[in-house]
């Protein structure tokens, strides 16, 4: 079975963004996202108000959220995806800290508390499972984000006991370069990022609504285990008359299993 997925930051309902507002730019969003007909869209930021508003934009997607007592003043990265494919078997969230299971606690000076949420899914027409995560590292300190990320993997390979093959979309906060995706290679030697497997350019995803950045890097990042074969992976780049979906570019990636 093939599966489209996009991971995508859809940047925080903040009215300073003026012209970039969400109200200016969330049907610009989910247009272009709905325009990929995505089977999965793993979103980053936002709080509950707007998630809610950015899943009746989604099409046919509908949000993960059965698991979560919201918290109302925090961000959560999310999974939406097409229930006439898949059928969701788990859920949950895992808080990026000393303490995982304790919602809203951070840990290793992370500026926020930070999460990863997370999905066992059922295909329907064969009855395969595959594993979703989504994630949102801290933006300010790399030794953050490696605590962070090794409560990541360490977590979710207690919860995927039964080892399903994995997707791991987020925005990383760090180029590919850093130590966050030596971590992630050192302590899961199956994972592989699709992006470098095509040999394509570094991108950068994160751009302040400009577009460009000089300084910027690939942060945002779709990660796969060797089970699933990546046919593509792109980067939307489009925007509407100056108004872009985001500040960062979503990805897209098409996968087989």
């Known amino acids: 079975m093939d599966i489209k997925i996009i991971s995508s930051n859809i940047r925080f309902n903040n009215p300073a963004d003026t012209n970039h507002a969400w109200d200016n730019r969330k049907q610009i969003l989910c247009d272009f996202l709905n325009s990929e007909s995505p089977d999965i869209v793993c979103s980053q930021e936002g709080r509950r108000p707007q998630l ?3 899943n009746t934009l989604l ?3 509908d949000i993960i959220e059965s698991h979560r ?3 109302k003043e925090r961000m959560y990265p999310c999974i939406y995806i097409n229930k006439d494919k898949f059928f969701v078997e788990e859920s ?3 808080w990026l800290s000393e303490t995982p299971n304790e919602a809203g606690s951070k840990s290793f000076n992370s500026a926020f508390p930070r999460l ?3 999905a066992k899914l059922a295909i329907k027409d064969s009855g395969r499972e595959i594993f979703i995560v989504n994630c949102h590292l801290d933006h300010c300190f790399s030794d953050t984000r490696v605590e962070q990320v090794k409560v990541l993997l360490e977590e979710i390979y207690k919860i995927n006991s039964s080892n399903e093959a994995l997707l791991l979309c987020g925005d990383f906060n760090e180029n590919p370069e850093g130590e966050v995706r030596k971590t992630l ?7 592989v990022d699709p992006w470098i497997d095509f040999n394509h350019p570094e991108e950068t995803t994160f ?3 400009k577009g460009k950045l000089e300084e910027g890097s690939r ?3 779709i990660i796969s285990d060797k089970r699933f074969d990546c046919s593509s992976i792109k980067i939307i780049k489009e925007n509407k008359e100056g108004i872009y979906p985001s500040d960062h570019f979503p990805v897209v990636a098409q996968f087989s299993i």
């Open 207 to 209: 751009h302040k609504f």
């Open 52 to 54: 809610m508003e950015f």
């Open 69 to 71: 007592n919201w918290i």
């Open 92 to 94: 949950g969230d895992i």
């Open 116 to 118: 990863c949420t997370w």
């Open 185 to 191: 290679m050192t302590m899961r030697d199956n994972l």
């Open 219 to 221: 942060i945002d990042w």
């Open 59 to 61: 099409g046919n997607l």
